[in-house]
């Protein structure tokens, strides 16, 4: 028969809340520096580009000829016909564009796509380098109209990552 005591009590509460205080403490200490996020507004660009053209070049000429320093994808669906990612190379096949998300700003961007092989479903995906279309690319863009997009080095990544900084009054 188990018998309680009131002295038992104390000690598994007492445990419980030392395992607890330990594990705050170490997800404490594993916490990096927050950037704030920036609330904004946006601007929003839908475009269409057609067979055989450069996807990331012709966004990076687009916000040169309307004059904006900041855009990300929200939606993006079509096909294409060679994709250049970090660890693969797709080549004169027709591929679905499943999904594609990024930011860009005036000197670079950063996008991350998945592709899938219409014939046998399977997919692939990636940090995207480059992208030409095959049949069309449909694409919805965004500004921030409150902030902008910069790339700088992180020390803890070794990679120049994306800093958000708020326009000035004086900018917008």
Not at 97 to 106: E, N, P, Q, R
């Amino acid at each position: 028969q188990l018998v309680t005591t009131e002295i038992e009590m104390p000690v598994i509460t007492n445990t419980i809340n030392s395992m607890l205080a330990r594990k705050r403490k170490i997800k404490s200490q594993k916490r990096t520096p927050r950037q704030a996020p920036a609330s904004t507004g946006i601007q929003c660009y839908p475009l269409r580009i057609g067979p055989g053209v450069e996807l990331i070049s012709t966004i990076h000429e687009l916000m040169e000829d309307i004059g904006v320093q900041s855009l990300f994808i929200l939606s993006c669906i079509g096909t294409l016909s060679e994709c250049s990612l970090n660890s693969h190379q797709l080549n004169k096949k027709k591929y679905d564009i499943v999904s594609l998300s990024g930011t860009f700003d005036k000197q670079s961007h950063y996008i991350m796509g998945s592709f899938a092989d219409p014939d046998t479903g399977s997919l692939i995906g990636g940090q995207v380098r480059s992208l030409t279309v095959y049949t069309t690319c449909e694409l919805m863009l965004a500004e921030p109209l409150d902030c902008t997009f910069h790339r700088e080095f992180d020390p803890r990544t070794g990679q120049n990552e994306l800093n958000v900084r708020r326009k000035l009054l004086i900018d917008r």
